[in-house]
């Protein structure tokens, strides 16, 4: 019975890990719930014979106590700001915590059951290229100023999906102990999750793209030479796609052109409105329901300050910022520390792209997508480090028997 219920544990991890790629997709038309929200809830559910698991693991302190002072750094600030606070539930970021929950709960999974690692990024790829599928068969799909949305999802988010996935299908086909059959089909999946980029006409994503390109390519362990074989065939593969976009697709060579000419990021005015507005409450923020309201206030409309930095620094000031920080350059530091592992890139290239993301998109302390991420760099680092502790114990037995 245990077994059984282990396995739909697993199972149900796998299926919420496809799942968050369709945040948006409602396919039963009931209101406010997704089919994101579906597997969440039944993934929760299954680890309930599992839940006394998840306090033995000690190894999660490193990463729960800042994101707990956050928390409470919060809660005083909105305390201190209470005139926003319509009710006691204002006091915390509810999406946020749900997704704290959720992240430690996939962390605790793949610490418990390792294995499960690479399928669970072979999954996500291919629930992107599920998505493309259903582009190609025109289900979801929507523009807006020229921009694809499937389901009525944001296109930058679509494009950050769509160039983690290529990013970590590059990953699974350089290294040389993937499996064949994986490297056959992610090979499949390549031009899609590139076209699929390029409908998004995100800068963000394509920096993204672009980036962990040419990252993959430095940190590839081969012979010099035919590293500078790889790194000449990833500037022609970055020079031939930037040339195409701005000969193919109009909306794209735009939003381009007036980054680069006019220094236009799409959020300049709600950058400099969102910094007035947190040099006016520094130490503690506005509090969290404040948020909107104040950046209205400043002139820069009735939003969120499009960068996740900007907006933890607004609503909870200096202090609340130092405990966020401290958990993502937690998670940046050990990435580091085990740098030397094959697995290594695909982490570090999950863990720039989500943060360069996060820094240019609205609302992103509520998308699943980054936290979940985090769940799987959590794990990941985890299973660096024991692997770490293994050779090392086996180079020492080694030596002990020459």
Avoid: C
Avoid at 49 to 73: D, E, H, M, N
Wanted: charged content about 10%.
């Amino acid at each position: 019975m245990n077994l059984l219920l282990k396995r739909i544990n697993d199972f149900l991890l796998l299926f919420l890990v496809f799942a968050v790629t369709f945040e948006n997709w409602n396919p039963f038309g009931f209101s406010g719930i997704s089919f994101t929200y579906i597997a969440t809830i039944l993934y929760i559910v299954s680890w309930v014979p599992f839940a006394s698991k998840i306090f033995k693991i000690s190894y999660f302190r490193q990463f729960l106590i800042p994101l707990v002072l956050y928390v409470l750094v919060g809660i005083l600030s909105t305390a201190m700001n209470s005139l926003y606070a319509n009710e006691l539930l204002d006091l915390v970021h509810q999406r946020m915590l749900q997704l704290i929950i959720l992240m430690f709960l996939v962390a605790a999974h793949l610490i418990l059951n390792p294995s499960l690692i690479p399928k669970v990024l072979v999954i996500f790829v291919m629930s992107i290229f599920a998505m493309y599928l259903l582009f190609l068969a025109g289900q979801g799909i929507s523009y807006f100023n020229g921009r694809i949305l499937i389901f009525g999802e944001n296109p930058n988010l679509i494009g950050t999906k769509a160039a983690l996935a290529f990013i970590i299908a590059l990953g699974f086909i350089t290294n040389k102990q993937q499996s064949k059959s994986i490297k056959i089909l992610l090979i499949g999946t390549l031009l899609p999750l590139l076209h699929l980029t390029i409908l998004s006409a995100s800068r963000g994503a394509l920096l993204s793209l672009l980036l962990g390109v040419i990252l993959l390519t430095i940190s590839l362990k081969t012979q010099l030479w035919k590293k500078m074989i790889l790194i000449a065939f990833g500037m022609v593969f970055v020079t031939g796609l930037f040339i195409y976009i701005l000969e193919t697709n109009p909306v794209f060579r735009y939003r381009i052109l007036s980054t680069v000419e006019h220094g236009d990021t799409g959020r300049n005015e709600i950058w400099e409105g969102a910094i007035q507005a947190i040099k006016n409450n520094l130490f503690f923020g506005v509090g969290l329901p404040a948020d909107k309201l104040t950046m209205f206030l400043h002139g820069a409309g009735f939003r969120d300050p499009h960068n996740v930095f900007l907006w933890v620094l607004l609503t909870t000031g200096v202090v609340g910022t130092f405990f966020f920080v401290w958990f993502i350059f937690r998670i940046g530091l050990y990435l580091i520390r085990y740098s030397r592992s094959e697995r290594f890139a695909v982490y570090f290239l999950i863990y720039t792209t989500v943060l360069l993301n996060m820094s240019k998109q609205g609302g992103a302390i509520g998308k699943i997508l980054f936290w979940f991420l985090f769940g799987v760099l959590i794990s990941g680092i985890y299973a660096l480090k024991t692997n770490a502790k293994r050779n090392t114990e086996n180079y020492e037995n080694i030596g002990l028997h020459q």
